[in-house]
Every structure is written in C-alpha cells, then in structure tokens.
C-alpha cells in the first residue's frame, strides 16, 4: 500500500524559507500527480501546488513565485520549496499522491500525515 511521509516542517520568521519533503513508497500501481494541499486551523483543506509525473506544474495564486514544486521520479520523491515565507502561509501541509491501477480503471487519491508549517510575524 502506498505511504506518503512528510518531513521539513517547522517555526520559521516571516521572509525566511522552509523545504518539504515527500517520499512515496509501497506503491503498486502507477503514481500520477503528486502534490502540497495545506490546511490553517478553522478554514477548509486548500491546493498548494501539483506536479504531473511529466512535470507541469499548476499553483494557487496566493503562493505564486513565493513557492516551487518539483519532483525525482527515480526517488518517488516530491519536494515544496518555500520562499518569503509569511504568516498567513501557517498550516499543516499535506502531501498527496493520485495512484493509478489501470487494470480497475480506479484512480486512488493517497495522503501524508502531514506536517507543520508555523511563520511568525
């Protein structure tokens, strides 16, 4: 079964940088999409960024040119680079990973534990 672990979260000052690390394993299908979702206390589960396995990315507004998603196919690994880090960015963040069994036509949607982003003012 695939397992999504999290790492790199943290307290940092308001301006400063913080890099998350996904590592996917177990898979046993084919991993499609991976992404960052982030969730503030009190307000709903929201997109960061995704990253194809072909590697188009896509941003939510709020975090463009402050953050960059990238991935290592060969590592199963999906990073989040987060620059002038502020405030508002606190959240836990949550990697996510789309496996595909084509043989089912089933697309499954797999998170991480996630991990704590805190930014102080």
């Known amino acids: 079964q695939l397992q999504l672990v999290e790492s790199g979260g943290g307290l940092v000052q308001a301006g400063g940088s913080l890099r998350l690390s996904c590592v996917a394993s177990?898979?046993?299908?084919?991993?499609?999409?991976m992404g960052w979702h982030r969730q503030a206390p009190g307000k709903p589960r929201e997109l960061v960024a995704t990253?194809?396995?072909?590697?188009?990315?896509n941003y939510a507004d709020s975090v463009k040119g402050r953050f960059t998603i990238a991935r290592d196919n060969a590592r199963n690994t999906v990073y989040l680079q987060m620059n002038s880090l502020k405030p508002g960015d606190t959240a836990v963040y949550y990697c996510?990973?789309?496996?595909?069994?084509?043989?089912?036509?089933?697309?499954?949607?797999?998170w991480g534990q996630g991990t704590q982003v805190t930014v102080s003012s």
């Open positions: 996510s990973a789309d496996e595909a069994d084509f043989t089912a036509g089933v697309l499954y949607k797999i």
């Open positions: 177990g898979s046993r299908f084919s991993i499609r999409a």
């Open positions: 990253i194809t396995n072909g590697g188009t990315t």
